[in-house]
């Protein structure tokens, strides 16, 4: 499977599902000044999901470059970037839970073919905030996953947003790939960081808006926000192990062992180069390119 396949299947899939195709925005947040960079496909759609009428309708899709400095220590393992591409399926205000965990079940098990055995999902525990996410499991259930193949976790792992102090977040259901190694521990699950499990989307329900004294109002609507990793998805596709594998890295990792010759570079070092020349290319190469320097998303690019 290539990118573009992957890409384009996704799109075609969501685009007969009654949803529109929006481009990438761009690195630098359009509708979002809590954030230096577009982290996640949200912060373009941040007016919409607080209640503004986007002008292509309330199901769209994309395919949004995002950079993320928070994993930028697990960069060098198999699957963390700091650079990515997340394909998203957006409602604003449409359908919620049932219909997002229903389409993101068939896309991958109907559509990519992945065995549902491969499959471990995640939900919300609940706290004293918000309810056990009872109807999420309920819904993964009715796909086909048996009960043992879904976990409950608690806001850390299974809550999502905002990147900022400010803004639309909510609990969300993560989907986790089971890389077929042996668990780490009777405990081993998909929280766990040992590789057994790879997340590789996650469908967050947006019906929250974070005040800046760390309170949560309702929004206006009910929202899904869901992020699928495409180089995670591209390397378990292939049968691959790492995202370093696949057509996105292999040209950047040959120019690379071309320039050190004969030096010897630690793979992890090796990896890590690969990753930020990618990261800081598509930075540069944004419509609004950012060059280095002492301050906001200059200082991240030096760095
Ligand atoms: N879909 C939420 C995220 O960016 O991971």
Same mark, same amino acid.
């Given at each position: 499977m290539k990118a573009d396949e992957l890409r384009k299947m996704y799109v075609e899939f969501f685009c007969e599902r009654g949803h529109k195709e929006v481009a990438s925005a761009s690195l630098?947040?359009?509708?979002?000044?809590?954030?230096?960079?577009?982290?996640?496909?949200m912060h373009p759609f941040v007016p919409y999901l607080l209640g503004e009428k986007h002008p292509q309708g309330n199901r769209l899709v994309d395919v949004q470059k995002c950079v993320r400095t928070g994993d930028i220590d697990e960069v060098g393992d198999d699957t963390h970037l700091t650079f990515f591409e997340m394909l998203g399926n957006w409602s604003l205000g449409d359908y919620f839970k049932r219909e997002s965990i229903s389409m993101s079940y068939e896309f991958l098990v +109907?559509?990519?073919?992945?065995?549902?055995?491969k499959l471990a999902v995640t939900v919300f525990e609940g706290d004293d905030i918000v309810p056990r996410d009872e109807e999420s499991a309920k819904v993964w259930m009715d796909n086909g996953l048996s009960e043992s193949q879904i976990y409950y976790y608690g806001r850390e792992d299974n809550w999502w947003g905002p990147s900022g102090k400010t803004g639309p977040c909510g609990p969300d259901t993560e989907i986790f790939y089971d890389m077929g190694k042996e668990k780490c521990s009777p405990n081993c699950g998909p929280s766990c960081n040992c590789g057994k499990y790879v997340e590789i989307w996650n469908n967050v329900f947006m019906q929250y808006n974070k005040q800046i004294d760390g309170s949560y109002t309702e929004l206006k609507q009910k929202n899904v926000d869901t992020g699928m990793g495409l180089e995670r998805i591209l390397t378990i596709l292939n049968g691959?192990?790492?995202?370093?594998? +696949?057509e996105l890295f292999v040209p950047v990792m040959t120019r690379l062992n071309e320039i050190i010759k004969d030096r010897k570079m630690p793979l992890r070092e090796k990896r890590i180069v690969c990753e930020h020349t990618r990261a800081i290319c598509f930075i540069l190469g944004d419509d609004k390119h950012i060059i280095p320097s002492n301050n906001e998303q200059g200082y991240r690019w030096r760095r």
């Open positions: 630098l947040p359009e509708n979002d000044p809590t954030v230096l960079f577009t982290t996640a496909g +109907t559509k990519l073919n992945i065995p549902k055995e691959y192990t790492n995202v370093y594998e +696949t």
